[in-house]
């Protein structure tokens, strides 16, 4: 069973950075794309960043890019999200999510991490 569990969020000023870190275990890592998806209260969960098994292939939201980069390392089972030039519109709670067939921007991932709130304050 494919486990996720996402690290790194806490509080920061706005123009600051964070970076998220998801540990993936319970499969293959490198079989799997991985996506951040975020929720903000009140809002729907909505699509971040997904990556690609090689790493090759990125996809970004339109909020989020030239500011936020996700990455992967294969060796160490692990997702990561740099989030750069923060607003306090990103503030959310961010999660991990898996999947080995997906559209990778749409929602229909097999499995999610239980989240990391980001709070950035202006």
């Known amino acids: 069973q494919v486990q996720l569990v996402e690290s790194g969020g806490g509080l920061v000023q706005a123009g600051g950075s964070l970076r998220l870190s998801c540990a993936f275990s319970?499969?293959?890592?490198?079989?799997?794309?991985m996506a951040w998806f975020r929720q903000a209260p009140g809002k729907e969960r909505e699509f971040v960043a997904a990556i690609r098994w090689s790493a090759e292939i990125r996809y970004y939201a339109e909020s989020v890019k030239g500011r936020f980069t996700i990455s992967r390392d294969n060796a160490e089972n692990t997702v990561y999200l740099q989030m750069n030039s923060l607003k306090s519109e990103d503030t959310a709670v961010y999660y991990c999510?898996?999947?080995?067939?997906?559209?990778?921007?749409?929602?229909?991932?097999?499995?999610w991490g239980r989240g990391t709130q980001v709070i950035v304050s202006s």
């Open positions: 319970g499969g293959t890592f490198s079989t799997y794309t």
């Open positions: 999510a898996a999947a080995q067939i997906v559209i990778p921007t749409s929602k229909g991932y097999d499995y």
